[in-house]
Every structure is written in C-alpha cells, then in structure tokens.
C-alpha cells in the first residue's frame, strides 16, 4: 500500500522527485586553491632571506607568531607568487641540525622536504650562473647535492638537480626541455 501510494504522488506530483535526488556535486577543491606558501624554519632569517633572493624571492613582510620572529618572502616580479614563510628558531631552543643529521642524511623524516624553483634556462648554464652570484653575493659555493639529470614525468622531459638551501633544507631546481609527441606511449 505505501509503494502504490507514492507511485501516485510521484505521478500527480514530479516536483517531489527533487526530495529523492542527491544534492549538487561540490566545487572540486583542486580547482579553487592555489599554493599560497611553503615554511622553512631557519636559524637565521637574514641568511635565509639572503639565499632566497638567488631566486627573486625578497623580504614582503615581517611579524611573530607565538615570539618567534618570522618573515614572508615574495618573488618580486609575481603578485600572486608563492609565499616562502620564514621562522626563525634560536639556537638555544635546540635547532641543531647536527644533533640528528640533515635532511639528506634522513631522508624518511616528515616534515618539509624540499622547495622547487622552475629554471629560466636549462641547469648546465642556470647551474653555473647562479653558483657564481652566490660566490659574489655571500661568498659561499653552491653545494650541489645531486648533479643535473634528465627525467620523463608523463610525456614531459625534465631537467632536475637538487641543492642544498640554509638549514640542510633541499632545493630543486627544473628546467622542462620538451613534450613528446602524442603518439609516444608512456610505460
């Protein structure tokens, strides 16, 4: 009797249908947010901030949180660049890398593992350039934690090498050489 009942309603009343439908899909979260900042918790913000502008990053704005001092960088040229959020920890609340190794003596340790920057040019001649501003800007060599290789992500060919930033914090570098036609298959 109840089937027969709200076969009737349905059939006298096809607006009651929309009680039975599933509620509207959800924006897809992947299609509204965008990347707003990474955080590197550092020793030391001026060093820190120096390094960053190898990249174009520079000082956007300073503050604290928690009486940690902390600074937000932007890259210079970019309204809507990426943020690279800086906290500095003083060493004496225990920040020494070396108690329990860097990043790359640990590999399987949570946290931030590593920043990537796309490269203006392929790393051969980008590689160089900027190991010899580092040189003239802070006196120090780039130390190059993996050398330049070439990599297939999907039908994109990449060029990468990592780096190593202050703090032991891994930096990638990219360049994209190309993309391989559509009719080359990925395995």
């Known amino acids: ?17 929309s009680f039975y439908s599933p509620p509207p899909p959800l924006p897809s979260l992947a299609t509204i947010l965008n990347l707003h900042h990474v955080c590197h918790k550092t020793s ?16 956007s704005s300073s503050f604290r949180t928690s009486g940690a001092k902390c600074a937000w960088l ?10 690279i959020e800086l906290i500095e920890i ?3 609340f225990g920040n020494n890398i ?6 790359t003596e640990r590999p399987l340790v949570t946290g931030l593992n590593h920043i990537a920057f796309l490269s203006p040019s392929p790393l051969s001649s980008y590689l160089p350039l900027l190991s010899s501003i580092s040189e003239t800007l802070f006196n120090k060599k780039i130390k190059i934690l993996q050398e ?9 060919i990449w060029e990468m090498c990592f780096i190593e930033g202050p703090d032991s914090v891994i930096v990638e570098l990219m360049f994209r050489c190309g993309v ?8």
């Open 98 to 103: 070396e108690e329990g190794g860097t990043l």
């Open 44 to 59: 030391s913000l001026s060093s820190t901030t120096s390094f960053y502008s190898l990249f174009n990053y520079t000082l």
């Open 180 to 187: 391989l036609d559509e009719g080359i298959g990925i395995e």
């Open 90 to 92: 003083p060493k004496e």
């Open 74 to 83: 932007k890259n210079e040229g970019e309204e809507d660049s990426p943020v």
């Open 1 to 17: 009797m109840h089937r027969s009942f709200l076969l009737v309603v349905v059939l006298l009343f096809p607006s009651t249908l």
């Open 148 to 156: 330049p290789i070439q990599k297939q992500i999907n039908r994109e």
